[in-house]
């Protein structure tokens, strides 16, 4: 990514290019919010035709039978989905962050919550609604482990009041989190355009939108200006 001075301010100029990863990461989160609606507001009766065209008449029949048989927590991972992306957005915009210090850190406490409740439910969802099996636990799991990781991170560098290391690992953690509403876009390209069934599709998509979300997080935390580069900056003699 190009790096300027902008003569006025002295402060850099990004290019339009630096911008993407954050409108990837944004569109991730509308996608996420749009997914935990879907799960919350509308009947599965009325999803089934959808659903089967773009994930396949298996996923329609068997998982969203699944979901009616047992709602209480596909439910409730969807509607702490639907909070920790609200609370991300706040907890991200920097003129709220700003403005309302102590309000930032009170959300804070419910965001990091909601990061290590969604992939823990998440794994338990792949035992309650064992729809591709075994093959569907492994990658829940590895993102799972991943995503407390950072979030342990994040925690620990904040006790030590290390902005800069807290802002990278709870990005990485929200990439990660907000990746799954990519599994809604990749399904149907496999599914429609690859003919691949529906048990092996939802195995394949729980290790892509993590895996982008992720990459994602990185490019926008070594842009030019950002964190990792202002940690770098000052650890210089």
Not at 120 to 146: D, K
Request: proline share 5%.
């Amino acid at each position: 990514m190009s790096l300027s001075i902008d003569a006025n301010t002295g402060q850099p100029r990004r290019s339009a290019l630096s911008w993407l990863p954050l409108l990837f990461l944004i569109l991730l989160g509308v996608g996420a919010l749009g997914v935990g609606l879907n799960h919350l507001l509308i009947p599965s009766a009325e999803q089934r035709d959808t659903i089967a065209m773009l994930a396949g008449k298996d996923y329609a029949d068997v998982q969203l039978a699944n979901f009616d048989r047992n709602p209480l927590l596909i439910r409730s991972h969807a509607a702490i989905g639907t909070l920790f992306v609200v609370l991300a957005a706040f907890q991200f915009w920097p003129r709220f962050r700003r403005r309302n210090l102590r309000i930032h850190r009170i959300m804070g406490y419910g965001a990091l919550a909601c990061l290590v409740l969604l992939p823990v439910t998440g794994v338990i969802a792949t035992f309650v609604y064992p729809f591709a099996g075994f093959a569907g636990v492994v990658p829940n799991v590895f993102w799972m482990i991943v995503i407390v990781y950072c979030v342990a991170n994040a925690w620990f560098a904040i006790r030590r009041h290390d902005v800069i290391d807290h802002e990278a690992w709870i990005t990485r953690a929200t990439a990660m989190t907000l990746g799954i509403s990519l599994s809604r876009l990749y399904a149907p390209l496999l599914v429609m355009g690859f003919h691949v069934d529906s048990r092996t599709t939802v195995a394949i998509v729980f290790w892509l939108g993590q895996g982008e979300g992720l990459a994602a997080a990185e490019f926008w935390l070594r842009r030019p200006g950002g964190p990792l580069q202002r940690r770098a900056a000052r650890a210089r003699p």
